[in-house]
């Protein structure tokens, strides 16, 4: 576990603060930028470089790549469907989070059609000058209702609504409380505030209580919490976090981009999921995941989205969504109310998966959701074990340190409503025959 460090410990640049690099074991997910900025400072003496001299970038990756930490792209040659094609090869997709199968629904695709032939590629302007469409407040408008809340506000995307929103709701007499685990995208708007953080281990209701105590005086305190946890897919015990909020007169703020569209009835979201309606200040979620499209959406009460739009940076100062992405978003939360099937297919296929992996003898650690981690345990097992089912047609990739503990290496899967039984079973044999042939499984 994390210890949470006080006040005096944070540094303002970054958020979790260890002052050393992790230690083995220690579970950092979001250190990696850290780790290659130190080690390319061996190659970063500034008075020895020359103007326009790049060779810094290169000594820097070769760091990356001496690390194994080097991003090496996959190109999809078809569109991201659960049966794809990625660098020429047939693949079944196991790793997007393309959870409701929306991005090639006719629906959502059509109304991205007509909305661009009608209203062109782009919108011109900023939202707040030129560039605010109805279509854009169509798309808020059905949000809200979908959601069940008085107004909603829609980003260019997830990254940018918690970069964006973060920041205007807190001031240096403040706290930000967050859960060790929160994705990198809180992580980057709490850095963008001067408010102290302090950080609770994962899930972990003592942590959080044990900190609001600490901070009791403090002037407002605002709890942080993934909805669903990227890494995991547990769940967040958002009840017990509103039941404490309340206790210690704090805000509750949920990033739910991975359960938007996945949890609650009908996929209408973690608030629903708990039933804590009215009781969560800020609920954050993304139409790029289950919803099939891209964007970030803030759902919540008037005041919220009229706080948010005018105090918002990443909102104000950046041209708003092409007519299309509008369009498809609001056809994405139609689809979603007239077509329930999408979200029980999502489930029913969660389920199957999980359980034939487990009587296979696989360890699916805490999921909860459509997101279902294989455990491998080192990195190099979850990287062959991705190449055996890359090999019998499947993409999967592996998740290893520093995204998570170097022990807790696996393989992240993510089940589509799209795949069908015939898919779900070939996935099913190429992991019994992957783990087979390296031993993760007896049999
Ligand atoms: C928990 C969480 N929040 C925010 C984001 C960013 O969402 P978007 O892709 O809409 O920018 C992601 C994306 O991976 C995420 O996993």
Redesign the pocket.
């Known amino acids: 576990m994390c210890a949470l460090p006080s006040p005096e410990q944070t540094n303002p640049r970054n958020f979790i603060v260890p002052s050393q690099p992790p230690e083995d074991n220690v579970f950092y997910p979001y250190f990696e930028s850290k780790i290659s900025l130190r080690s390319s400072n061996s190659s970063l003496n500034r008075g020895e470089i020359m103007p326009g001299d790049t060779s810094w970038m290169k000594n820097r990756y070769d760091d990356l790549v001496n690390q194994g930490l080097d991003w090496q792209l996959k190109t999809l040659e078809s569109a991201n469907a659960p049966r794809c094609e990625v660098n020429g090869v047939k693949q079944i997709m196991l790793c997007a989070?393309n959870y409701l199968n929306l991005t090639t629904h006719p629906r959502v695709i059509n109304a991205m059609i007509e909305a661009t032939m009608e209203l062109g590629a782009g919108s011109g302007s900023v939202r707040a000058i030129a560039g605010n469409m109805k279509l854009h407040e169509d798309a808020e408008r059905k949000v809200a209702e979908f959601k069940g809340v008085e107004a909603s506000l829609i980003y260019s995307?997830?990254?940018?609504a918690?970069v964006g929103l973060i920041p205007t709701l807190v001031e240096k007499e403040d706290v930000i409380i967050s859960d060790e685990l929160n994705?990198g995208?809180?992580i980057d708007g709490v850095r963008l505030t001067k408010a102290s953080r302090a950080v609770y281990p994962h899930n972990d209701m003592n942590g959080l209580e044990k900190v609001l105590k600490e901070y009791n005086g403090t002037r407002r305190k605002l709890i942080i919490t993934?909805g669903v946890f990227?890494m995991d897919g547990d769940i967040a015990p958002l009840d017990e976090i509103t039941k404490l909020a309340e206790e210690y007169d704090a805000m509750v703020y949920v990033?739910d981009?991975?359960g938007e569209g996945v949890l609650g009835e009908g996929g209408r979201g973690i608030v629903d999921h708990f039933k804590l309606q009215g009781k969560v200040d800020f609920e954050v979620g993304?139409?790029?995941?289950a919803l099939g499209v891209?964007?970030?959406i803030l759902a919540g009460s008037d005041s919220t989205r009229t706080h948010a739009l005018n105090h918002s940076r990443s909102w104000l100062l950046s041209g708003s969504q092409p007519p299309g992405v509008a369009a498809a978003q609001k056809a994405a939360i139609e689809v979603l109310i007239d077509e329930p099937e999408h979200h029980a297919n999502l489930w029913e296929n969660t389920k199957k998966f999980r359980n034939e992996l487990n009587s296979l003898g696989f360890d699916t650690g805490v999921s909860e959701t459509p997101i279902i981690p294989v455990m491998c345990g080192e990195s190099h097992i979850a990287k062959s074990l991705s190449k055996e089912l890359a090999n019998r047609g499947v993409m999967a990739l592996p998740i290893v340190f520093p995204m998570v503990a170097r022990d807790k290496a696996r393989i992240r899967c993510m089940i589509s409503a799209g795949l069908t039984k015939d898919d779900l079973d070939e996935v099913i044999l190429a992991f019994a025959d992957s783990g087979r042939s390296l031993g993760l499984i007896k049999g």
């Not at 995307?157 to 940018?160: D, L, V």
């Not at 993304?286 to 995941?289: A, G, I, V, W």
Request: proline fraction near 0%; charged fraction near 15%; include cysteine.
């Open positions: 989070n995307a997830g990254y940018t918690n994705h995208s809180i993934d990227s990033d981009c991975h993304s139409f790029s995941k891209q964007g970030g």
